[in-house]
């Protein structure tokens, strides 16, 4: 069953109309850098489809139900939240005032449209093929954003957006590694997941660096990065175990135990991301204190074109 969600031609359009957004911006002298994104990273909204309705109709991870679930849960909470995250940075676009951090905004707003788009696209062809019900595994999310639309102050809103795209750079870098679970998807599903995670490290800094330059402290950012921390994690599994359990696999405990070892074991796909996690509690953290631009780099020469 699909959800009432509006319909996919709108995320597309608020790529375009955010990536148009900066295009007259310029600025006459010399502006104080915001920045922080390395100069060789390109922050660039790339236009792709993925033909992946028939990798979602089976166990398209390692051929593993448990793993399968846990992406498919992630994939479930991206469109709302690339939603917030769009406009809790735009929110801000006026008060920017340097004009490269303003094109890593339209980049970034435009990224994230795109993927908007293509995971309300899996997730509503995931759920017709699976016999999910995607109002009962979004709204839950969908009604504590749109609380926190009405009743947060922006900084705090931005302040999540930080927090939540520190998760997806951690992400991103586990999924691009060259040892990546993703080297045991379904080919359609591994090229997707590597190019939403590319785009993200590409951008990971820049509400990041927005956050900054309006005045975001570090006390609010590390606050409620904790809070986070528990609703993510209140989200994924609750996607988790609905899907489980409409599999008919919620009490299969063999599946559960490798099914953990696989994403939390030693050489599971999360392996190493908890200590990349714990750095953003460090005063002075910044996305880009480790330098990943090689990931990017071979991404790059592993991807297809881009569609424009």
């Not at 490290?201 to 904790?226: C, L, N, P, Y």
């Amino acid at each position: 069953m699909l959800s009432t969600t509006p319909n996919l031609v709108q995320p597309a359009k608020e790529a375009n109309t955010c990536m148009d957004t900066f295009a007259a911006s310029t600025s006459a002298g010399h502006t104080a850098s915001q920045t922080t994104t390395p100069a060789n990273v390109q922050i660039q909204p790339r236009n792709r489809s993925h033909d992946i309705a028939e990798a979602l109709r089976g166990e398209w991870l390692a051929d593993d139900a448990f793993l399968t679930a846990a992406f498919n849960g992630m994939s479930i909470t991206f469109p709302a939240g690339e939603k917030f995250f769009i406009d809790a940075v735009r929110h801000y676009r006026d008060e920017i005032t340097d004009p490269e951090l303003q094109e890593h905004i339209r980049g970034f707003c435009g990224q994230e449209g795109f993927h908007r788009r293509e995971h309300q696209r899996y997730n509503e062809t995931l759920c017709e093929a699976r016999g999910y019900d995607l109002q009962k595994l979004e709204g839950k999310l969908t009604k504590r954003l749109d609380w926190a639309r009405k009743n947060l102050p922006p900084i705090q809103k931005l302040a999540i957006t930080v927090a939540i795209e520190n998760f997806t750079a951690v992400l991103a870098e586990l999924l691009l590694s060259s040892d990546s679970i993703m080297n045991k998807a379904e080919p359609s599903m591994r090229e997707l997941w590597r190019w939403h995670a590319a785009e993200e490290m590409e951008h990971e800094s820049v509400a990041f660096d927005v956050f900054r330059a309006v005045g975001g402290s570090e006390k609010v950012r590390i606050a409620v990065m904790r809070r986070a921390t528990f609703f993510i994690s209140l989200e994924l599994a609750r996607a988790l175990f609905y899907i489980l359990r409409k599999d008919g696999q919620l009490l299969n405990f063999q599946l559960w135990r490798k099914g953990l070892a696989g994403l939390f074991g030693k050489q599971g796909a999360f392996s190493g991301g908890l200590a990349l996690y714990k750095e953003f509690y460090a005063e002075g953290f910044h996305p880009w204190q480790q330098d990943t631009q090689q990931l990017l780099v071979d991404w790059a020469g592993d991807a297809p074109l881009a569609v424009s």
